[in-house]
């Protein structure tokens, strides 16, 4: 499904999988290392507390580390997206991939540059796992292993939505490799240890601890991210993050960083989502993913009190697309999905997740709140397409003023400079008065209101209406369907005082 309201560079399933015990290098189950005995019991009121020591970590980097490459992406690339690769293609305090991209030559014209990234070995005969944005743009890809043999990789499959992608190399005789551990058992707070090649340094090894689980960094709808405070940098883009017993349980993929440099907050993909992308990838080079053509959002305190819900309870329906299985069962705008399958959906990443992982083909069964009333809609699965689509004349101006908000027709002109989708109906945003209701809930110049609730507006005078409507018997709040740079979305505004907005 296209459940995308807002998507950063770094794109985003875990799926149930079958499981595997331990974790092998070279066809042999690793051991555990030689750890500190932390499982004493509490000690008695007034004894003295012992201390504990910190685990050694020598047995496991020893045993893991021939399986850890370094991966050399030599492609050509301007000098804007020289920059956008080493930002991430947003500011440096967001999250962003890691990948170190070091200049060859050549100042303004198009040159060389070499992205170098990690990756590790999952099977003996030289299948690899990596990021995807370490691998994007490659002319050559060359992988260095542990001990120092350099050869040529080929792609086997990307997946952007995921930022996961699957190499093969060729060797004379079996590779050590890693098996993929149980990312579901990773609890916060126990220790883990991060491989890779940071700015070009081979075979690094920092530890931490897990510092949240299924974390959203706003990459993609499907963000299950592992966040973690062990040190990694530009370059351990792929490498592996290991727990005590030598289980890989995440791909190291973003950090959240002011300098660009490590501050303690860094993220990795989860070994079962892993797992289940690989395992497409290298069966048919791509992965399938369910869709059903609907556009989602998180229920704020606002939109809640407009629309009469719970907040946090569903995913709202900002946006149902032409022609999408979603349109063919009659779901619509303003309807909030409240379970899949029976499945209970809290947010728009639930729901994303939940319908991905339904086969293509196969029936979705949804509990939906329409209108206030709970009813049950099936809704039969399609293939999720590669590229988003877009989900679906009167004169005059009109002024509301207790929410303050000019409005303006949406002329055929004013269609095409906003990038509102044809056939489209509704009214624009001329002016936002400051410090007004509008303002405060982040309506600007440019919106084109479409809805207010769940009723269709055509024109400005059908928004003040509509709107004048819902406030005589709102609870303070308005909820308003808007179009912003193409994309639709609810816009909660509360009525009175600004300061009182959710």
Excluded at 99 to 105: D, F, K, R, T
Excluded at 162 to 188: C, E, M, W, Y
Excluded at 409 to 414: I, K, W
Excluded at 480 to 486: C, Q, S, Y
């Amino acid at each position: 499904m296209n459940t995308q309201p807002h998507r950063h560079p770094l794109r985003r399933t875990a799926l149930a999988v079958t499981l595997l015990a331990g974790t092998s290098l070279g066809g042999f189950a690793l051991g555990h290392g030689a750890w500190a005995d932390d499982t004493a019991p509490v000690n008695p009121p007034g004894a003295q507390l012992q201390p504990h020591t910190l685990p050694d970590f020598t047995g496991l980097v020893t045993q893991v580390k021939p399986a850890v490459v370094s991966i050399t992406n030599k492609l050509v690339a301007t000098p804007a997206a020289l920059e956008q690769d080493q930002q991430g293609d947003m500011p440096q305090q967001l999250p962003f991939p890691f990948n170190q991209m070091i200049p060859n030559g050549g100042q303004q014209q198009e040159r060389a540059v070499e992205a170098r990234g990690s990756g590790f070995i999952i099977n003996a005969n030289g299948t690899i796992v990596t990021n995807n944005h370490v691998v994007k743009g490659a002319r050559t890809l060359t992988v260095t292993l542990d001990d120092g043999t350099v050869l040529p990789a080929k792609v086997i499959g990307t997946d952007p939505r995921t930022d996961i992608a699957v190499l093969k190399v060729d060797a004379p005789h079996p590779l050590p490799f890693i098996q993929l551990g149980n990312s579901r058992d990773v609890k916060p707070g126990e220790w883990v240890v991060a491989m890779g090649n940071p700015f070009g340094l081979s075979s690094s090894v920092t530890a931490g601890i897990v510092s949240a689980v299924s974390r959203d960094i706003g990459a993609g709808p499907y963000d299950q991210f592992i966040q973690v405070d062990a040190p990694i940098n530009q370059g351990n883009s792929g490498g592996p993050l290991f727990t005590q017993d030598g289980k890989v349980i995440g791909m190291n993929t973003a950090i959240l960083s002011p300098t660009g440099g490590s501050v303690g907050i860094g993220f990795a993909i989860p070994s079962d989502m892993i797992r289940t992308v690989t395992a497409q990838l290298q069966k048919s080079g791509k992965v399938v993913r369910g869709y059903v053509g609907v556009e989602a959002q998180q229920i704020t305190p606002t939109t809640a009190l407009a629309m009469h819900l719970k907040a946090n309870d569903g995913a709202l329906l900002a946006g149902v697309q032409s022609d999408s299985p979603a349109a063919e069962a009659g779901l619509q705008p303003g309807d909030v999905i409240q379970s899949v399958n029976g499945t209970k959906i809290a947010n728009p990443r639930e729901l994303a997740l939940n319908v991905a992982n339904i086969q293509p083909g196969d029936e979705a069964h949804l509990n939906v709140l329409h209108d206030g009333q709970t009813k049950d809609v099936t809704v039969k699965v399609g293939t999720l397409p590669n590229e988003q689509t877009a989900s679906n004349d009167n004169q005059g101006n009109d002024h509301h003023g207790q929410i303050g908000l000019a409005l303006a027709p949406l002329s055929p002109d004013m269609r095409n400079q906003l990038d509102v989708p044809d056939g489209t109906k509704g009214a624009v945003v001329q002016a936002v008065q400051p410090g007004s209701p509008a303002e405060a809930a982040g309506l600007q110049p440019g919106d084109v209101i479409v809805g207010v609730g769940t009723h269709a507006v055509t024109s400005p005078a059908d928004a003040a209406r509509a709107m004048r409507t819902a406030m005589n018997g709102s609870d303070h709040a308005l909820a308003l369907r808007v179009i912003r740079n193409g994309q639709p979305v609810f816009v909660g505004v509360t009525l009175g005082n600004p300061a009182d907005q959710g």
